[in-house]
């Protein structure tokens, strides 16, 4: 078999293909013998080369890439059994890839696990909406709930896992994925928040404290969802409701008035 997988890495090559792209034809040119000869030999089926190209730690193609296999994979083994419990072997099994190929793309845990937060946490939505941003303060703070929402209960439960995580191991891989997003995140939100303070819509307030009032609430209604619905039962708010009552608490906590609401000559 390894004069095969020989042959089929060598076509892949010459062709710039997968070897599941390459045509057994070629494959069995390179290899010196008839398209027949090589079914013979694989038994009737290209799996088994593909297979044994695949132990050799190359991907043969024809699914998606390993960079989105192991992605994937990893986010449902994380909702499944937290980030902590998480390896690479666990990873490779799940998505059908070696170990190397892992290796490769990634560089190992740690950037596997940031990928999957920069996947399924909220920054590609965050950024989307600041580089569109509402035009009224109320709107953009009903987005940004909204989008938060998206991160932390949405399937696979990343995010979740991520403060589980925090929470438990303060230098855990958590940490350290939050260390490389943070920035952004914060970026992200400044953009669609700082605005609104410089125009005098918003106190002056720190943008860390801006923050942790507006996420605050609806971090604590999420991750304390499954105690609080068996607890209060129909007497909680669906989310919807909750999304809106935050932003209107929010405002009431934050916005200042607008000039029509003060009185003659600028005096609140």
Not at 24 to 33: N, R
Not at 37 to 65: I, K, Y
Not at 259 to 265: A, I, V
């Amino acid at each position: 078999m390894q004069d095969l997988v020989k042959a089929a890495l060598a076509a892949a090559k010459e062709r710039g293909q997968d070897v599941a792209d390459v045509p057994l034809t070629a494959i069995a040119t390179a290899a010196g013998i008839s398209r027949s000869t090589l079914l013979r030999r694989l038994g009737g089926s290209r799996a088994a080369l593909d297979e044994a190209v695949r132990q050799t730690g190359v991907d043969p193609g024809g699914r998606p890439p390993v960079r989105e296999r192991a992605i994937e994979a990893a986010a449902r083994l994380v909702a499944e059994r937290g980030l902590g419990a998480i390896t690479l072997d666990a990873v490779a099994d799940r998505a059908e890839c070696s170990l190397p190929s892992l290796h490769a793309v990634f560089e190992g845990r740690d950037g596997l696990l940031a990928a999957v937060f920069l996947q399924y946490g909220p920054l590609p939505n965050l950024e989307a909406l600041a580089a569109d941003p509402p035009e009224r303060l109320d709107d953009t703070v009903r987005a940004l709930h909204h989008t938060f929402l998206a991160s932390l209960a949405d399937e696979p439960r990343i995010v979740p896992a991520v403060f589980a995580d925090l929470l438990s191991r303060p230098d855990g891989p958590a940490a350290r994925m939050m260390t490389v997003h943070m920035p952004r995140i914060v970026e992200g939100l400044g953009r669609l928040l700082l605005p609104h303070v410089e125009s005098g819509r918003i106190r002056p307030l720190p943008l860390p404290v801006l923050v942790q009032l507006l996420l605050g609430p609806l971090l604590s209604r999420v991750l304390m969802r499954p105690v609080l619905e068996t607890t209060l039962g129909a007497g909680l708010p669906s989310l919807d409701e909750s999304i809106d009552l935050f932003t209107e608490a929010y405002l009431r906590a934050v916005a200042l008035p607008a000039p029509d609401e003060s009185t003659p000559g600028g005096e609140p």
